[in-house]
């Protein structure tokens, strides 16, 4: 009972941790055209909701093109209990890498239409700007996943669309 119990407060937090409203606070990518200004892949997160203990996950973000922000949900689902697979710009698989109650950490592979695939990684906050320590992650993140960490963009301060 006592397992039982914990078990269910374990995956309650899990959950609680990402449901909710995030905003893209910096980005990462090896292809680093994809994520500057009107880049495709320049996410700009909205919200998260979890359906089935996050085994559905959608994820609502802005994309600015040229000055104009749509929004777009698309829906993740978990492949192998770990990796999520959608469809935006070509194939997508991501998997959270960290989740706290201020951040999640997201690495994806994108495979566009052309085949050409990007190795990103997003991380999502409530909105206040990278602690040094957090940069310094990013930068081991980044470097993980052989991503110079010359590509890192913080795209915070170009969010510009609605809530
Ligand atoms: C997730 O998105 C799908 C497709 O847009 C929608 O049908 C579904 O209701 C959404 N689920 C939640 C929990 O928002």
Redesign the pocket.
């Known amino acids: 009972m006592v397992k039982f119990l914990l078990l269910a407060l374990t995956f309650g937090l899990a959950h609680a941790q990402m449901d909710g409203p995030w905003k893209t606070i910096a980005i990462a990518a090896d292809i680093v055209d994809k994520i500057e200004i009107s880049g495709e892949l320049r996410l700009y997160f909205h919200q998260i909701?979890?359906?089935k203990e996050c085994k559905?996950m959608?994820v609502t973000f802005y994309i600015n093109e040229n000055g104009q922000c749509s929004l777009t949900?698309i829906?993740g689902y978990l492949d192998d209990g770990k990796t999520y697979r959608s469809q935006f710009q070509g194939d997508n698989h991501y998997a959270t890498v960290r989740t706290t109650p201020e951040n999640i950490v997201f690495y994806s592979e994108n495979v566009d239409r052309a085949g050409r695939k990007t190795k990103l990684v997003y991380v999502v906050g409530s909105g206040h700007p990278l602690t040094l320590e957090q940069k310094e992650k990013i930068v081991e993140y980044a470097k993980e996943n052989n991503i110079p960490p010359g590509n890192i963009r913080e795209v915070l301060t170009t969010d510009y669309c609605p809530r």
């Open positions: 909701t979890c359906e559905k959608n949900t829906t």
